[in-house]
Nanobody, 119 residues
Framework: QVQLVESGGGLVQAGGSLRLSCAAS????????MGWYRQAPGKQLELVAD???????NYADSVKGRFTISRDNAKNTVYLQMNSLKPEDTAVYYC?????????????WGQGTQVTVSS
């Protein structure tokens, strides 16, 4: 059974930093892409950043230069270092891991962790 456990969210002042972690268990995920999404109140879920199995990186324009995604395959863990946080970064952040094999897509989600940035 696949399980994703997120941690690291919380309340921080604008300009501060937080580091989110997502530990996956249940199988080896080195061939999976890993990503972080967020959903602010009243808004749609949006991709924040993702990292492929080959370590290619992708960031939303709104977080480029401030957030860094990384992964540790030995620990089955993906991280999101968030610096220079802004009030508009306030959202529930979700970890996602996925892989497409032929016509099958395997996608798993964490439970979400709240990030609140005060002005």
């Amino acid at each position: 059974q696949v399980q994703l456990v997120e941690s690291g969210g919380g309340l921080v002042q604008a300009g501060g930093s937080l580091r989110l972690s997502c530990a996956a268990s249940g199988r080896t995920f080195s061939l999976y892409a890993m990503g972080w999404y967020r959903q602010a109140p009243g808004k749609q879920l949006e991709l924040v950043a993702d990292i492929t199995s080959a370590a290619s990186l992708n960031y939303a324009d709104s977080v480029k230069g401030r957030f860094t995604i990384s992964r540790d395959n030995a620990k089955n863990t993906v991280y999101l270092q968030m610096n220079s946080l802004k009030p508009e970064d306030t959202a529930v952040y979700y970890c996602n891991i996925y892989r497409v094999v032929g016509r099958y897509e395997y996608s798993y989600w964490g439970q979400g962790t709240q990030v609140t940035v005060s002005s």
